[in-house]
């Protein structure tokens, strides 16, 4: 590859995930070729495939194949969670390194079978964590590595959102892995395994189905989750979709911390003008787009042959957090984490 | 007199055992209801009669026949035997939370204040806080539908007084501290039927923090999370609650509360015992109404069963940090009669 004569090749797999929008807007910023394919099924009443590559001002492609014929130099997967593995590995096939949209799997298996791939075919997985760009969350790191807090004891995390209801994928068992536990508990757990440098070891977990019940969900729409790491840190995550319909905005992740030396909360999408208009409440955001930071690590990953930060591995952890989770609500016991990336 | 409670007579007579940091939010409050208050304590009664213009008793048997109401603001492990002396002597009660540090000895205080016919109030000051109570009501009235998630925080710098953090004594902060949203957390949002908490401790002996996480499984389906911290010496006082439903949220922050702005030079770092940011102090709020209910003999906002439910769920807590695993809450044995059920949303 030699960036001075040729601008970065990106193709996009499968459109089904919303961020799809923000990547390719992100790259075409950058002066990037984007092209890209979707597959079904859509939702009804969604705009998909051909016609949201016209709006987005992406090229449209008939299929995988035909994307990765153009020799991508990376792909981005924004499918369903179930089908990462198999678009993943079919760009690792075709030599390109990907950025794989959160969760990095469904299942643990696929996951590390998703690292091995890449490493096998020399190329480079990426995990969509973008709040890991938040310059908040930078500086926390950064007061963490400066040793600010004495020893770390608790990190409360919170994650929640608007239910994901325009894409009914978000709440089928089979094709997310689960309901709000799956969407929303890895965001904080990549924080988390940044900020502790250590593995999850042992997870108690609970949910429920209170939330938008009446709409039929079948997946778990509440939950809060308890981690245990080797170092006797203790950290929850609440990631229930509790943001209701009528809030001005999507919803936020907090992170807060506690040290024996200092305590830290961390709000990245705090900021904002409020207001209100004529349909209520406003909420306009403003600071940095974190998702063109995290593209610019992809496509600076992706020009120089490094490894992307954060990469596959932790994305294989912080699904292991999650499989944990999921196995304590059935058990109702606390579950040992099973990472081995 | 024993055996039965004495007839109020005016002015209330308050013997406050205990004279350590928590009886400054006590006293006011009995004060500006005109109370004239006797303190007995091993230490520091002397400076605080002298502070606030109350008699002293240099020991109980001299505290005891000049009161009506006994307000305990001891350690925590001596509530009990402090509490069953003054119901033996027919003493109404008022008894810093949590109401004893053990929920068999809690129950054990419960049953002697209803055999001896006096009332006892555990001083669960946070349902006092007008910010709960909106919540009550909030809720009370359909705001955010059905309770699915609840969570509450409450942090501040680590208390100074070494029995704190002595387990046995105080219970340590799930027992002391987070005591307040575990009563919360029923309060809001009815039974509790599971507990799993974790704990961490660091710091030594000499500068002790302590964190504690409480997940909590309604009988509703509710699923409450309770974070406390009794963190660094920079750590401001806050508490906050964020309560959702399956039709919408309500939000409070005391650290976002906007009330007031000043600036001042640093008075002192820290502090453990709870600002208020209003005018009228949730203490004598408190206070006001077990006096209220004392003369009335009408139920106060918290009563016996609900101090006895409280250290149970504590306990049921440090059961789990100890064991590692959940543990099952056993049903509420009798309805609390200060609680209007209707007022609950997730048992409707």
């Known amino acids: 590859m030699n960036r001075t004569t040729e601008p970065l090749r990106i193709g996009i797999l499968s459109f089904a995930h919303p961020h799809v929008e923000a990547y390719a807007r992100s790259l075409l910023a950058r002066g990037v070729e984007v092209f890209g394919t979707d597959l079904t ?8 495939g051909a016609e949201l590559a016209e709006r987005l001002g992406i090229e449209y492609l008939d299929d995988v194949d035909a994307v990765l014929a153009r020799a ?11 089908r990462h593995r198999e678009l993943a590995l079919a760009a690792f096939a075709a030599g390109a390194h990907v950025l794989c949209e959160k969760p990095i799997a469904t299942e643990p298996a696929d996951a590390l079978a998703m690292v091995e791939a890449a490493d096998a075919a020399g190329v480079t997985l990426m995990t969509a964590y973008p709040v890991r760009f938040a310059p908040s969350f930078r500086e926390l790191v950064a007061r963490v590595r400066a040793g600010q807090f004495g020893e770390i004891l608790a990190v409360s995390g919170t994650n929640n959102g608007k239910i994901p209801l325009d894409r009914s994928w978000f709440t089928n068992e089979a094709a997310a892995g689960g309901g709000a536990l799956v969407d929303h508990v890895v965001h904080c757990a990549d924080l988390l395994d940044e900020l502790l440098g250590e593995t999850a070891q042992e997870v108690y977990a609970t949910a429920n189905r209170i939330l938008h019940a009446d709409r039929g969900v079948e997946v778990e729409t509440g939950g809060v989750v308890s981690i245990a790491y080797p170092s006797g840190v203790i950290a929850t995550i609440d990631c229930s979709w509790s943001q209701p319909d009528s809030a001005a905005t999507w919803g936020g ?36 787009d974190l998702d063109e930071l995290m593209i610019d690590e992809f496509l600076g990953a992706v020009g120089d042959s490094r490894a992307p930060v954060p990469d596959g591995s932790v994305g294989v952890r912080t699904l292991a957090v999650v499989d944990a989770a999921k196995r304590s609500v059935r058990s109702g016991l606390p579950e040992g984490v099973h990472a081995t990336a | ?34 109370a004239r208050i006797t303190v007995y304590s091993q230490a520091g009664s002397h400076e605080l009669a002298a502070r606030y213009g109350l008699e002293v008793a240099e020991s109980l048997d001299e505290l005891w026949p000049g009161v009506d109401v006994i307000d305990i603001v001891t350690p925590t492990s001596t509530h009990a035997e402090f509490a069953l002396a003054a119901i033996g002597r027919g003493k109404h009660v008022v008894c810093e939370k949590p109401l004893a540090r053990t929920a068999a000895d809690s129950a054990a205080v419960v049953e002697a204040a209803e055999r001896t016919g006096v009332r006892l109030f555990p001083a669960h000051v946070v349902r006092y806080f007008p910010e709960f109570l909106a919540a009550r009501g909030a809720i009370a009235a359909g705001r955010i539908g059905r309770p699915a998630v609840f969570r509450f925080r409450r942090q501040s710098a680590a208390p100074q007084a070494a029995w704190f953090f002595d387990d046995a004594v105080s219970g340590g902060i799930v027992m002391d501290q987070m005591i307040h949203d575990l009563d919360q957390a029923e309060w809001l949002g009815g039974p509790v039927r599971r507990v799993f908490a974790r704990l961490q401790r660091r710091g030594g002996a000499v500068a002790p923090v302590v964190a504690a996480q409480v997940v909590l499984d309604h009988e509703s389906g509710l699923i409450s999370h309770v974070h406390g911290t ?4 920079a750590l401001p006082f ?18 976002r509360d906007d ?12 502090g453990y015992l709870p600002e208020t940011s209003g005018a009228e102090s949730p203490y004598s709020v408190e206070i006001a109404d077990f006096a209220r209910a004392i003369r009335s003999g009408g139920p106060a906002r918290v009563d016996g069963a609900d101090g006895v439910r409280a250290v149970r769920i504590a306990e049921a807590a440090l059961e789990s940090i100890e064991r590692g695993l959940p543990v099952e809450v056993q049903p509420t044995g009798e309805v609390d009669a200060s609680t209007d059920d209707t007022l609950i949303g997730a048992r409707a």
Do not use: C, K
């Open chain 1, 72 to 82: 991508p130099h990376g792909v981005i997967v924004t499918a369903e969670n179930a």
């Open chain 2, 230 to 233: 009794w963190g660094s010496p």
């Open chain 1, 41 to 48: 099924p859509y939702d009804a009443g969604t705009q998909r």
């Open chain 2, 1 to 34: 007199m024993n055996g039965v409670a004495p007839p109020m007579t005016t002015p209330l007579r308050v013997g406050l055992i205990g004279a350590g940091a928590i009886s400054h939010a006590h006293v006011p409050g009995w004060l500006a209801l005109g």
């Open chain 1, 253 to 288: 992740l907090t992170l807060e911390v506690h040290g024996t030396r200092g305590s830290m909360r961390i709000d990245p999408f705090a900021a904002h003008i409020s207001g209100y208009g004529t349909g209520g409440a406003t909420w306009d955001a403003f600071g940095s």
């Open chain 2, 238 to 255: 806050s508490y906050s609650f964020d309560l959702a439903g399956d039709t919408g949220v309500l939000r409070f922050d005391s650290a």
């Open chain 2, 259 to 270: 009330t007031v702005r000043a600036v001042f030079p640093p008075v002192e770092p820290g």
